[in-house]
């Protein structure tokens, strides 16, 4: 598995076709998880992707854990930030197994890649403390961009894995509803939702209109209540018992 995870990390390089949308999305999704936590004692990250994320989160939490199955992936990441102090743990999902039960659990862009997503929540669930969080962002597969991509014949399905998608890793894209049942499959409380940039036109044509910071902002701050709009999506929920 972990040989196979390595072949991907060429998509998580800065010139990777859609590393406009990442860069948005990940310096936006960790703000507004921070906005929603009031406990800053431990947290887990799975995957550390481009890095962005990580960064983001180090120093804000007493203790800050990374599981990455790709060591090509750990390697870009310590070559780019060699003075973190971040715990980065090179493991597969499967087969890690936590010394304590974190306060907070984030699963940024995972469960699109892997092959039993609800058996992954399930040890989510075991690995954070009653009344901890969990917070997962998927890929919208209902977004309004590929909606307009399946209206204009571009797409034959919302379903349909683009060769970008494909270029990542991505197995599947995820609605409103089947990210919910990852929450209720684990017995978890049903999670709040937020939308990640609204997103209209293809990343090529975003691109040729030289959008202001203003105004992406502005599509981010306004899609953050559209979730079955945007791109991507943010659950956020806790483990009641």
Not at 117 to 140: D, E, F, K, Q, Y
Request: proline share 5%.
């Amino acid at each position: 598995m972990a040989p196979r995870l390595d072949e991907f990390a060429s998509a998580y390089q800065p010139d990777f076709e859609f590393d406009f949308d990442n860069q948005l999305i990940l310096n936006l999704y960790p703000h507004l998880i921070l906005e929603y936590i009031t406990d800053r004692g431990s947290l887990l990250e799975l995957g550390l992707g481009h890095g962005v994320t990580s960064n983001i989160f180090e120093g804000k939490f007493i203790r800050h854990a990374v599981v990455e199955g790709s060591q090509k992936v750990i390697d870009q990441f310590r070559a780019a930030n060699p003075e973190s102090t971040i715990n980065v743990v090179h493991s597969l999902f499967e087969d890690y197994s936590p010394d304590i039960l974190f306060d907070i659990i984030i699963a940024g862009f995972v469960f699109e890649h892997v092959d039993d997503p609800a058996s992954l929540m399930r040890r989510l669930r075991s690995w954070v403390r009653p009344g901890g969080i969990i917070a997962v962002t998927v890929p919208n597969a209902e977004s309004m961009h590929r909606q307009i991509g399946l209206h204009a014949g571009f797409l034959k399905s919302l379903n349909d894995l683009s060769p970008a998608d494909l270029q990542l890793g991505h197995q599947r894209l995820f609605t409103r509803t089947t990210l919910r049942d990852l929450y209720r499959v684990a017995q978890l409380a049903d999670p709040t939702i937020l939308g990640l940039f609204l997103k209209p036109f293809t990343t090529a044509q975003l691109k040729q209109l030289s959008l202001s910071k203003q105004i992406l902002d502005a599509m981010c701050d306004v899609g953050r209540d559209l979730p079955e709009l945007c791109c991507a999506m943010l659950a956020i929920g806790h483990r009641d018992t």
